[in-house]
Antibody
Framework: EVQLVESGGGLVQPGESLRLSCAAS????????MGWLRRAPGKGLEWVAD????????NYLDSVRGRFTISRDNAKNSLFLQMHSLRVEDTAVYYC??????????WGQGTQVTVSS | DIVMTQTPLSSPVTLGQPASISCRSS???????????LSWLQQRPGQPPRLLIY???NRLSGVPDRFSGSGAGTDFTLNISRVEAEDVGVYYC?????????FGQGTKVEIK
């Protein structure tokens, strides 16, 4: 059974940093593109970033590029999202997801990130 | 960016009756390899999103056959043949043809 378990969310002030983690199991993590997506309160789903199987290719939403960094540790079946200079508009539930063929096939339960002064 | 527009945004449905959600993209979703990367996801209340359909009409294993997808180019539809109580939630279309991957606004399916 595929499992994706996010952690690391919390309440921070604008300008602060947070690091999200995602522990993966039940599939071959090292051969799978992975991504982070979010859902802000009262809004729809939004893709944030993704990363290839070995961590050599990454893609970002324009509004997070330069502030967020996606990375992975295949030895530990883990995905990360380092977030700096957080803004109020980054407040959302953040989901870790595994790629299918240009779609997101499996999703974690999500972790809440709240940016507020 | 490719803009995905869903209609309606809210769909009150009687149990056992059909429901249909439309999704239109601002440009063709046909990729260079001839495939069309349009998928549909369901998000039940309090749950994470769940992939239902990929490449327009391919149901994921375990998805009931009352869900079906159709369309081509820029116009796509998700049909639920007979709505059940467990189908309540928000449905999203998503394009995987061009970065950034983008979603429709979501359609809330609720029981009348």
């Amino acid at each position: 059974e595929v499992q994706l378990v996010e952690s690391g969310g919390g309440l921070v002030q604008p300008g602060e940093s947070l690091r999200l983690s995602c522990a993966a199991s039940g599939f071959t993590f090292s051969t799978t593109w992975m991504g982070w997506l979010r859902r802000a309160p009262g809004k729809g789903l939004e893709w944030v970033a993704d990363i290839d199987q070995v961590g050599s290719e990454t893609n970002y939403l324009d509004s997070v590029r330069g502030r967020f960094t996606i990375s992975r540790d295949n030895a530990k079946n883990s995905l990360f999202l380092q977030m700096h200079s957080l803004r109020v508009e980054d407040t959302a539930v953040y989901y870790c997801a595994s790629h299918g063929d240009r779609c997101f096939e499996n999703w974690g339960q999500g972790t809440q990130v709240t940016v507020s002064s | 960016d490719i803009v995905m527009t869903q209609t309606p945004l809210s769909s009150p449905v009687t149990l056992g009756q059909p429901a249909s959600i439309s999704c239109r993209s601002s440009q063709s979703l046909v990729f260079g390899n001839g495939k069309t990367y349009l998928s549909w996801l369901q998000q039940r209340p309090g749950q994470p999103p769940r992939l239902l359909i990929y490449q327009i009409s391919n149901r994921l294993s375990g998805v009931p056959d009352r869900f079906s997808g159709s369309g081509a180019g820029t116009d796509f539809t998700l049909n639920i043949s007979r709505v059940e109580a467990e189908d309540v939630g928000v449905y999203y279309c998503m394009q995987g043809t061009q970065l950034p991957w983008t979603f429709g606004q979501g359609t809330k399916v609720e029981i009348k």
